[in-house]
């Protein structure tokens, strides 16, 4: 495209970092959320005029959002899914019930904020994972800010936990020909010696983008497990309103659009919302996943 070769400026990343503006970064986001050429190279050419030295990435992250919202609706929700993901907070539950919905959705029998009695003491878990002859204790890190890390004090608090709950596992008859792990999912990323401790001892870790192959990203697009909170048709009271009522996902919605009147959403509305909803989570219709 012509517009890229304009000089292309320095941008302030979140951390207060400068790098130079990258065009194949923002065009990978764009197709990630499934944005066709046509409409990425549209982007782009309204994009990169507007770039400014020292441009913060939420400013450029806004602009393509925006350009990106008033062609579909659906590819921003899908393109915002980080920043939805953040706003599942201030409270840890909602991202909880997030967590345990994606292994569900992946065969596994799930239990969300269960005690677990341990050898020494009871122990309060996010998300307790089954599958056939597989246990996992899953503990879920949830944090607001993109930049936040989850650095190795965390696996080792984790681990210690786990190792007391498999140490009383194990007394148990029913437990003892079943394979029992420790789990750590966050919405941000792991510090280089969080993931050498984990590696080492065999605590799994799930975080957005790590491992490279079926991090926390790659599950919520493979499955279409995309939180309400992406919804560009709601507005942020309305957001809040149905996760206080323990209301997570896009599908729920689109199932139960009940959901939306409860909260005063009715007629065109609750079709738009609906509508958006029902477009995210297509491959779990496509299945017949309740």
């Not at 996760?243 to 409860?262: G, N």
């Amino acid at each position: 495209m012509a517009t890229q070769e304009l000089p292309l400026p320095y941008i302030t990343k979140s951390t207060g970092e400068i790098e130079p503006f990258s065009p194949e970064k923002l065009q990978h986001s764009l197709k990630r959320a499934g944005a066709s050429e046509q409409l990425v190279e549209k982007i782009m050419g309204q994009v990169l005029p507007q770039l400014y030295e020292g441009m913060p990435t939420k400013k450029i992250y806004q602009l393509a959002f925006k350009i990106l919202r008033g062609s579909s609706r659906p590819l921003a929700a899908r393109y915002r899914l980080k920043s939805g993901i953040m706003e599942l907070g201030p409270s840890g539950y909602p991202f909880e019930k997030f967590v345990g919905e994606v292994l569900r959705n992946q065969g596994f029998k799930v239990e969300v904020g269960v005690t677990i009695k341990g050898r020494c003491v009871n122990h309060e878990v996010d998300v307790l994972a089954g599958r056939g002859n597989d246990i996992f204790m899953v503990e879920c890190k949830f944090h607001n800010h993109p930049e936040a890390t989850n650095n190795v004090k965390i696996p080792l608090y984790i681990q210690a936990r786990f190792e007391d709950i498999k140490a009383a596992w194990k007394e148990l008859a029913e437990h003892k020909e079943k394979l029992h792990q420790g789990w750590v999912v966050t919405n941000t990323r792991f510090t280089s010696d969080a993931i050498q401790y984990s590696e080492c001892i065999g605590l799994k870790l799930v975080g957005w983008n790590y491992p490279r192959k079926g991090n926390l990203q790659d599950l919520i697009e493979s499955e279409g497990l995309y939180p309400l909170t992406v919804l560009t048709t709601l507005t942020k009271s309305e957001k809040q309103q149905l996760l206080d009522r323990r209301i997570v996902l896009c599908h729920e919605l689109a199932r139960h659009p009940a959901y939306l009147e409860q909260i005063g959403i009715k007629g065109n509305r609750l079709q738009e919302v609906k509508s958006e909803a029902e477009q995210l989570s297509q491959h779990l219709f496509t299945y017949g996943i309740d």
